[in-house]
Structure formats: structure tokens, C-alpha cells
């Protein structure tokens, strides 16, 4: 199981509509292969960062199969005008429980 | 309930024992006023970055109660020297799933 984690600043002018604007977008990412959850964390010390959590099978299914979908374009159409900077998105595996 | 998220790169010279240390400092934590939960994830695209998330229930159960207990120290005197630089830690609160 692989942890996706994107950190993500919206632009101060849209924040207003941001969270219902990823609830929508959160359906096409839960109909991706290998997906397994998700959640995103909203940042306490500075108002527009926020970060996104992913559970997938595997590294591939994020980084090809997701990547390469229809869904990611639906996903990404509505979520990624949000963002400047683009965000920044690295992987993790689990070593603490294990 | 609150996610402490810390960033922590450990020097690349302690990396064999970090896991095996880290192990050992997760009695302390666990026995914090307010803990629930934590968890290591290593980064798979940068080898001495992991994140280091814990669940509270309430900000002030880290920020004031961990930070000044007996147990901080004990967790502290283990793990701090294997980090360089500093850790950057920020708190989040879960907007989705509600």
C-alpha cells in the first residue's frame, strides 16, 4: 500500500468554494483503479494549505493508471484551477506500525 | 481531533538505526494525554524523508500537554539527534470525509 501525499495551496480569492468543489471532484478519484481512500487535511498555522492523502494498491496505480484515465482529467478539470502554486506530490510507504 | 504532520529528514550517516529507534520512542507518545494514534511513512522518492503523523484530540494535548511532560523529553532524547534540519510540524483538521 502506497500513501500519496499532495500539498496543495488554493488561491486565497477561491476559497470559498474550494471543499465543496473537491467533494464533487472526489468521485471520479474513488472509481480509480487501485484506490483505496482518501482524505484532505486542512492546515491549521496557514489558511489555504491543505493536504491530500491517497491510499493506493500501488506506486503504478497512482502514477500510470490514475494519471493516464479519464477519471484524472475529470478529477483535475475541477480541482486543479485552484491551485498556485501547482502542487507538490510525493509517495510514502509505512514503516511505524508495520 | 487533530493530525500533527512533521517533515524530518534524517542525516543520511544515522539512517540504518532510525526505524529501530523511532520504535523504541513510540512508548513515550503513546502514553501522551490526548494521543490517539501515530504513524512513519517513508518517501519513496527521497530516501532520508519520512513524515511523522499523529492524531490528538485536541491541539493543546500537543502544543502544550506533550511539549511539556516528562514523556516529550524521553520521545525527544531518542529521536531528535537524528534530525537535520529541524522538523517542521503543523497541524490539520479533516475536511473530507466529514
Known amino acids: 500500500m502506497i500513501l500519496e501525499v499532495a500539498t496543495l495551496y488554493v ?3 477561491l476559497m470559498p468554494t474550494f471543499e465543496a468543489d ?3 471532484a472526489s468521485q ?6 487501485g484506490y483505496i481512500t482518501h482524505e484532505l487535511q ?3 498555522e496557514q ?3 491543505f493536504i491530500l492523502m491517497v491510499q493506493w494498491e500501488t506506486l503504478e496505480n497512482h502514477t500510470v493508471d490514475f494519471r ?3 477519471l484524472f482529467e475529470q478529477w ?5 484551477p485552484y491551485f498556485e502554486p ?3 506530490v510525493e509517495h510514502f510507504v509505512c514503516v511505524y506500525p508495520k
Open 86 to 88: 501547482k502542487p507538490n
Open 28 to 33: 471520479f478519484i474513488a472509481q480509480a483503479k
Open 22 to 24: 473537491f467533494v464533487k
Open 47 to 49: 489558511e489555504n494549505k
Open 76 to 80: 483535475r478539470t475541477i480541482i486543479h
Open 11 to 13: 488561491k486565497p480569492e
Open 42 to 44: 486542512k492546515c491549521l
Open 68 to 70: 493516464t484515465a479519464d
